[in-house]
């Protein structure tokens, strides 16, 4: 008898989400061991819903379509689930027969899975549980890597150096900018717009993470000293960096919401610290706010990142045919030159609700910019060789 699926996507979306999608629809279709692969709409509430579609109809043209396109085709929720509803959720997939539930998603999502893959034990319904890792802030533990992150970075380091060109040239008006990135708790993404940087004199000059204590004082001396030094400074900030009190920088700082898994949403982090430049320096000083930008762009996309997407939902696959259970599919560099990597089962206790941090090797000793070491473990993944630009001033 031939298996029945279901998949979600849950959580902010990639740039390569739905290669992920694809590779377990196209991998289940080649293993000719399922009947049928459901979609469900908008995360894990699709699920509560019933509100699937049916993917292993999906035709050939519409697979390329689904590989290369944005965002997550299936749409995603941040959704965290009553103990009632654990419950309801497996009973509901024992009824339409389905015994194997992927899921594409990061920390949080993994704390549904687990979950899920718990509750079917204990309402003993064979049900199959399998993570496939997705996040652009890359702090998913127990891997080298996850999807997502090698697209933003490629976004990140590509973005950072042409909004640097643009201030190195209207410098004697705009001559400081700030560029403020996504990444929560980690200073992943702050450390990828370094990797377009050559020269001493190419921003971005200064980088800020969350994994260091932020101190006005040492930020305006840092910045004053790039500024008097190249008559410009480009700065890259995380916006979740905090004081030593361990408080967000930012002007709206104390009217944050949460979302439903008690992540704190916070603005104003890049705005506040141009404001301090200004009346501190008395020039002019600009920000740049990507946004969900950095998570959406195509024509920025990671080719190594899309390969690897992929090969994680092939490979989620492949775990459930071996009927493993309560994993999460995780990317494990086996060399950094030549660059390879193979894929590994994890638990999913591993990275429900936990965070990698960026690394103290990959942060200089003053706390404002990253170390070689960095450089060697991120330039692979980005894809294909950077941009060169040229600049006569």
């Known amino acids: 008898m031939k ?3 279901a998949i979600f996507q849950s959580g902010g979306s990639t740039p390569v989400i739905n290669q992920s ?13 399922f009947a049928q692969v459901l979609g469900a709409r908008f995360g894990i509430l699709g699920v509560i819903k019933e509100n699937f579609i049916n993917l292993s109809s999906l035709s050939k043209t519409s697979l390329e379509r689904l590989k290369n396109s944005p965002s997550s085709a299936l749409g995603s929720c941040r959704y965290k689930l009553s103990h009632r509803e654990v419950g309801m959720i497996v009973r509901k997939l024992r009824k339409k027969k389905i015994d194997v539930l992927f899921f594409i998603g990061g920390n949080d999502s993994a704390k549904t899975g687990l979950a899920l893959a718990e509750a079917s034990s204990e ?31 490629r976004f990140m380091a590509i973005t950072t150096q042409e909004a640097s060109l643009d201030t190195k040239a209207i410098r004697s008006s705009d001559p400081i900018k700030i560029i403020e990135t996504m990444g929560r708790n980690s200073g992943w993404i702050v450390a990828a717009a370094s990797l377009g940087k050559k020269r001493p ?10 994994e260091r204590a932020f101190h006005h004082a040492q930020f305006l001396e840092d910045v004053h000293a790039v500024y008097k030094r190249y008559g410009f400074a480009v700065v890259v900030i995380s916006e979740t960096i905090r004081d030593q009190k361990g408080e967000r920088i930012g002007s709206s700082k104390k009217a944050i919401s949460k979302d439903q898994f008690g992540h704190r949403y916070v603005e104003g982090t890049a705005h506040s610290l ?26 920025y996309i990671s080719i190594t990142d899309q390969r690897e997407a992929y090969g994680c939902g092939v490979q989620a696959v492949r775990f459930a045919l071996q009927g493993k259970t309560g994993i999460e599919v995780a990317i494990k560099r086996i060399s950094h030159s030549p660059y390879r990597i193979n ?24 706390g404002n910019f990253t170390t070689p070491q960095f450089r060697k473990y991120a330039l692979p993944l980005i894809g294909s060789s950077l941009p060169d630009y040229l600049s006569f001033v």
């Open 3 to 5: 298996r029945r699926a």
């Open 343 to 366: 894929f590994q089962a994890i638990s999913l206790e591993m990275v429900a609700g936990c965070e990698k941090k960026l690394p103290d090797e990959f942060i200089n000793r003053e």
């Open 123 to 153: 309402l003993n319904h064979p049900l199959q549980v399998i993570g496939i890792p997705k996040t652009i802030d890359n702090d998913l533990p127990g891997m080298d890597h996850a999807p997502g992150y090698g697209s933003v970075a």
């Open 274 to 299: 141009c404001n301090f430049l200004e009346s501190k320096l008395k020039v002019r000083a600009r920000f740049d706010k990507p946004g969900t930008i950095q998570r959406m762009s195509i024509p």
């Open 201 to 210: 004199e190419d921003g971005p000059h200064l980088l800020y993470f969350p």
């Open 21 to 33: 999608l694809a590779g377990v629809i196209e991998e289940a279709r080649k293993s000719n061991q």
